[in-house]
């Protein structure tokens, strides 16, 4: 019995010692492989030359611990799963092996983080990091964020009206829109989907021009060739919407790529729905962009629905952030109607994109407070009282509003000034662009081609002889 | 010596076609000038315009470190670097639409398919994002862009490798369509292609890469170029005129050599480009034999051949003694078994047989089914 007590004690003095030795010591090893185990960070350039040599060092501390008692070793296996010192070789690298078969689950226990800086009243969140900004621009994204929503409201009501076909606003995400744009330059390349007008509205593309686009009228830029809203301009470096879903991702890449070779200090950045990331084009891009090591920023609006699609029945991972790391692409979630933390981020991942030449991937959280288009009636498949709620409580607009009136940089007089200017404004530009005329009929035939092929030429040279022949049928608002 | 030479003819028929061909390849050697194959042709083109245009670069599957897939881009990588010749990941969607914004914003991007069958999971870029671009965006996105590769039947791979997508791309305005027989064409075709701020579909022919023809000293000239649109009458002819691309046109030539035999004198058109299609060359050369027939390896209904059909019924109705007939493919999926994929496929003795039905009308059209 005695013999038995002073084993006994003797194992736990040991066992005892040894545990404090291992805490001690090794603690910080401990967490370090908890954390290493589902590894989804990016390597640092000094993990790729080896990513186990801290691994390694560790590993001999523990194992010389585990002469000291059986115990300890028991308690090690059940906290340490990997036998560090054999390691297996396959393509692609060396990788740890287990002889515990664990599935990697497929939810996390906790949603990735969101970033956020201005709390639902517009107030900065205390010891919340974010870019500044001077009260020059601060203004002008708050000016660019009314313009954009006032002009949405117009052009769907003339919409409504029959004025123009088609129209699909972008109420809810004007600080996506807006402050996305202000922190880039001009020399960065924007891939839109088609819920980013507010980014050519930042650079300066004229209400007049928006108007003339929706109505194809002869100084639409794009010539009267395509529906209401798929805006384009050169001038602006924004490429012409295109309604094909995600079909711009893998764009944006090639124009990155296009980029790099010319070591232009620009990324490119592209836009797309929560909807777009089930297409095939957006996961060859991204693969793509983290294997050429291009300066290009995926920005994700997930707002939440594609047309009557909820996210729910669109993808079934943890958003669209955690896919990032899937394909090698350093991520972030952030507050889509946050407009400082959107600042941030997108200035952030400029910087990295251009001085790495590496992708990354923004997934804004937001809400898609409009149907998705003018023959879209969303109250068909979602609760009104969501819809209102995310109109009023989570308006972006107004929630950066109460941000520069607290620093002193606006107040109601100049709101309503705003307001009633802008609206104004869109209304004229609208009553200029109905009244102009259409394209002429020679832009039917240009642009096929760089330059016009002789079937075409002949094509128009016969109607041209036709509309001759037959003045009385020839339409009078369509120029010749 | 005249013991070896004895000897040596001695040997066996084959020996002795052996030494006649050698001799007529000497005979070649000494007035034409070089031989060169499809093959060389299209790696000189692509090396000669990568040279001279830093924008211009080659993304594909096993372009670089392969050597190309069917070594059409042997030695590029080590010449030109990665950042010029791109092994792309397995995604034809990806690396189109990747190879697309890359012509949006200016570089010159040469895709290569590993064969066109495959292009099929890329075609929304081509077309949407790649021919319709410079119209819907009112001329301010040009895409000066090449998709190449293999197009059509080879020997023995099967109905999803063995797809003819002539008429596919030549039916999209916006695009251009070009199909090189010869390596003169090759050449040519595939310099003014990659120099077109226009994108691009060239159609090459596996089959085709290997075999050899003379060129001059002006093809091998590095500024040589060939204008699209433009179709090459290969032998003239009075009494039918034949209308073939890629490796039909051999085969019709073929053709036009027994009917010669027969007193019948074809006119062979290598159609080279097939959108924007030589509608004044083939029509003229209808008004001038009266009679057509063209020929393609692809399927029947709504193909290349169906097209010439209409042009010439169009503007030169008046001037045929015959119907237009069209060798085509067969109707069905390419059989893979080596009899099936000879009926599947147009013959010499099918291109005679119509000639002759054109000219006669003594040979009955096939049974109707």
Known sequence: MALCLRTSSRSILYYLKSKICLLSSSSSSLTHQHHQKPTFTAPTAQNLRDPYANFSTKVNLLSTRRFQSTKVEEQWDSLNHAHHNQVLDFPGGKVAFTPEMRFISESPVERVHCYRVLDDNGQLITSSKFKQVSEEIAVKIYSDMVTLQTMDSVFYEAQRQGRISFYATTIGEEAINIASAAALTTDDLVFPQYREPGVLLWRGFSLQEFANQCFGNKDDNGKGRQMPIHYGSNKHNYFTVAATIATQVPHAVGAAYSLKMDRKKACAITYFGDGGTSEGDFHAALNFAAVMEVPVIFFCRNNGWAISTPTSDQFRSDGIVVKGPAYGVRSIRVDGNDTLAIYTAVHAAREIAISENRPILIEALTYRVGHHSTSDDSTKYRPVDEIEWWRSARDPVARFRKWIESNGWWCSEDELELRTSVRKQMLHAIQVAEKADKPPIAELFTDVYNVPPSNLCEQEKFLRETMKRHPRDHMPDVPV | ?369
């Open chain 2, 1 to 369: 010596m005249l013991g070896i030479i004895r000897q040596k003819v001695g040997a066996g028929g084959a020996s002795l076609l052996r030494t006649r061909s050698a001799v007529s390849a000497l005979r070649s050697y000494s007035s034409a000038g070089k031989e060169m194959t499809v093959r060389d042709a299209l790696n000189s083109a692509l090396d000669e315009e990568m040279s001279a245009d830093p924008k211009v670069f080659l993304m594909g599957e096993e372009v670089g470190e392969y050597q190309g897939a069917y070594k059409i881009s042997k030695g590029l990588l080590e010449k030109y670097g990665p950042e010029r010749v791109l092994d792309t990941p397995i995604t034809e969607a990806g690396f189109t639409g990747i190879g697309v914004g890359a012509a949006y914003h200016g570089l010159r991007p040469v895709v290569e398919f590993m064969t066109f069958n495959f292009s099929m999971q890329a075609i929304d870029h081509i077309i949407n994002s790649a021919a319709k671009s410079n119209y819907m965006s009112a001329g301010q996105i040009s895409v000066p862009i090449v998709f190449r590769g293999p197009n059509g039947a080879a020997a023995g791979v099967g109905a999803q490798h063995s797809h003819c997508y002539a008429s596919w791309y030549a039916s999209c305005p916006g695009l251009k369509v070009l199909t090189p027989y010869s390596s003169e064409d090759a050449r040519g075709l595939l310099k003014a292609a990659i120099r077109d701020p226009d994108p691009v579909v060239f159609l090459e022919n596996e089959l085709l890469y290997g075999e050899s023809f003379p060129v001059s000293a002006e093809v091998l000239d590095s500024s040589f170029c060939l204008p699209i649109g433009k179709a090459k009458i290969e032998r003239e002819g009075k009494d039918v005129t034949i209308t073939a691309f890629s490796k039909m046109v051999g085969y019709a030539l073929k053709a036009a050599e027994i009917l010669a035999k027969e007193g019948i004198s074809a006119e062979v058109i290598n159609l080279r480009t097939i959108r924007p299609l030589d509608r004044s060359t083939i029509n003229a050369s209808v008004r001038k034999t009266n009679r057509l027939i063209t020929v393609e390896e692809g399927f029947p209904q709504h193909g290349v051949g169906a097209e010439i059909c209409t042009s010439v019924v169009e503007e030169s109705f008046g001037y045929l003694d015959a119907p237009v007939e069209r060798i085509t493919g067969a109707d069905v999926p390419m059989p893979y078994a080596a009899n099936l994929e000879r009926l599947a496929v147009p013959q010499v003795e099918d291109i005679v047989r119509a000639a002759k039905r054109a000219c006669y009308r003594s040979v009955p059209m096939a049974a109707a089914a």
